[in-house]
Every structure is written in structure tokens, then in C-alpha cells.
Nanobody, 123 residues
Framework: QVQLVESGGGLVLAGGSLRLSCAAS????????MGWFRQAPGKEREFVAA????????YYGDFVKGRFTISRDNAKTTVYLQMNSLRPEDTAVYYC????????????????WGQGTQVTVSS
């Protein structure tokens, strides 16, 4: 059974940092792309970042602008999202997901999803 379990969310002041983790289990993910998405109340789910597990190639949403960094730890089968210079508009539920398809920015390409972790940025 595939499981993606996010952790690391919480409440932070604007300008602060958080590191989200996504622990993956239940299958071999070496041929997969791991992605982070977010969804704010009343808005569509939005692509944040993705990383190709085998090569480490990364992809970012346009709004990230150098503030977020995605990385992976092969030994722990865990993907991280380091978020710096957080803004109130970054407030959302952040989801980890996995896909073996090429459309890494599209929610519909992802087969597996975690339950999400809340990030709240206060001004």
C-alpha cells in the first residue's frame, strides 16, 4: 500500500521558514517524480515544486522565485520542501504527490497523494 505522509507544517510569522517532509513508502519510487502542491481556501490546487527521484532534476512554480527548495533523501525515501521568506499568501494546505508521467505541473498526472499539512503564515 502506497503511503505519502507529510509533516512539518505549522504557524509561522511572515519572513520565517518551514521545512516540510514527505515520507514515501509502499513501492519503489525511483522512476517517479515527487511533487508538492498547495491549496488555499476557495482556490484551486496549485503546483509548487517537483523533483525527479532518479536524477534529482527539479521544477518550480513561477511564484516560488527562489524562496523554496525541493530536495530528496534516497536513503530515507523522503522528499523535503524548504520554504524561506514566507508570506501570508503562502498560507495553504500543502500536499505531497507522486507521478510517473511527464506532466509534472499538472494535478491530474499524479497517482498518489498525501493527506496534506497546513501551513499558516501570519503577518
Amino acid at each position: 500500500q502506497v503511503q505519502l505522509v507529510e509533516s512539518g507544517g505549522g504557524l509561522v510569522l511572515a519572513g520565517g521558514s518551514l521545512r516540510l517532509s514527505c515520507a514515501a513508502s509502499g513501492r519503489t519510487f525511483s522512476s517517479y517524480v515527487m511533487g508538492w502542491f498547495r491549496q488555499a481556501p476557495g482556490k484551486e490546487r496549485e503546483f509548487v515544486a517537483a523533483i525527479r527521484w532518479s536524477s534529482g532534476t527539479t521544477y518550480y512554480g513561477d511564484f516560488v522565485k527562489g524562496r523554496f527548495t525541493i530536495s530528496r533523501d534516497n536513503a530515507k525515501t523522503t522528499v523535503y520542501l524548504q520554504m524561506n521568506s514566507l508570506r501570508p499568501e503562502d498560507t495553504a494546505v500543502y500536499y505531497c504527490a507522486a507521478t510517473k508521467y511527464l506532466a509534472v505541473r499538472s494535478t491530474t498526472a499524479y497517482e498518489y497523494w498525501g493527506q496534506g499539512t497546513q501551513v499558516t503564515v501570519s503577518s
